[in-house]
């Protein structure tokens, strides 16, 4: 069984900076595409960035040029750096395996998740 528990959220200034953990319960990255995505009260969930097995990665453009995740595989683990945060990122961030992805336009579609974390919670002030 997958297990994926994520940390590192909290609150923060907008203009600061969070970097956010998952760490799987075994080694998965080789067989699964790895993503964050978020959901914010009252709003579509958003996949905001994804990482192949090869350390390919994409981004959703609202996350563009802010966000970079990255994966360590001996540690299982994953990130999502989070810098110049905005008031408009506050949002349960969930790392999930990720399949199916297409991007169009910036954003993310008809993407597949198998397994994801119980989420951790990013509040940016304004």
């Known amino acids: 069984q997958v297990q994926l528990v994520e940390s590192g959220g909290g609150l923060v200034q907008a203009g600061g900076s969070l970097r956010l953990s998952c760490a799987a319960s075994?080694?998965?990255?080789?067989?699964?595409?790895m993503g964050w995505y978020r959901q914010a009260p009252g709003e579509q969930r958003e996949l905001v960035a994804s990482?192949?097995?090869?350390?390919?990665?994409k981004y959703a453009d609202s996350a563009k040029g802010r966000f970079t995740i990255s994966s360590d595989n001996a540690k299982n683990t994953v990130y999502l750096q989070m810098n110049s945060l905005k008031a408009e990122d506050t949002a349960v961030y969930y790392c999930?395996?990720?399949?199916?992805?297409?991007?169009?336009?910036?954003?993310?579609?008809?993407?597949?998740?198998?397994?994801w974390g119980q989420g951790t919670q990013v509040t940016v002030s304004s």
């Open positions: 990482i192949t097995s090869g350390n390919s990665t």
């Open positions: 999930a395996t990720v399949s199916g992805t297409r991007w169009c336009r910036g954003r993310a579609q008809q993407e597949r998740y198998s397994y």
């Open positions: 075994v080694s998965i990255f080789s067989m699964y595409a």
